[in-house]
């Protein structure tokens, strides 16, 4: 079992090094869903985000999208694969937190900084904003599933 949580730490922290690359744009900040209507609204499903932003073409023809299905029973460890370093400087790291109510966002002061290597990076990277995503307000627990089970359900 500890392997599969090494695969969900390296799953998020490939969405926070995604985080970390810079934004052009906040424009379509507020409009994505995964559900075609939300409160009467038409709002692009994945399917078209491709079509709104080129930027986004892979969520057009992308098989896997998310939420995802962590299968353990599909996963294979890999016994070189090195652990995953953080490092903070030996210091405590301090920085704001808020609600956008899609997720929870954690920003760390700039004077903080934490670099995040090892694992299957093959670079050091900054850590500029780790995200909390959880399931639709008509459900409860993780947006992501693990063996088809939601959590903290």
């Known amino acids: 079992m500890p392997h599969v949580w090494d695969f969900i730490l390296i799953l998020n922290i490939n969405v926070i090094i995604v985080e970390a690359q810079p934004v052009s744009s906040k424009l379509h900040d507020g409009w994505w869903a995964y559900k075609d209507v939300v409160q009467g609204s038409f709002i692009p499903v994945p399917s078209f985000w491709g079509l709104v932003n080129t930027a986004w073409n892979l969520c ?41 109510g899609r997720h929870v966002s954690l920003r ?15 670079y ?17 627990g993780s947006e992501h599933l693990l063996n088809g089970q939601a959590f903290l359900e």
Request: no cysteine.
């Open 124 to 140: 050091s990277y900054r850590l500029e904003e780790i995200r909390l995503h959880f399931g639709a307000e008509d459900s409860r």
């Open 108 to 122: 760390p002061d700039k004077s903080h900084l934490v670099n995040i290597s090892g694992g299957p990076l093959s």
């Open 60 to 100: 057009a023809i992308g098989k896997r999208q998310s939420p995802v299905n962590i299968e353990t029973s599909r996963m294979i460890f890999d016994p070189f694969l090195n652990p995953l370093r953080l490092n903070a400087g030996q210091r405590k790291v301090s920085g704001t937190m808020y609600n956008t």
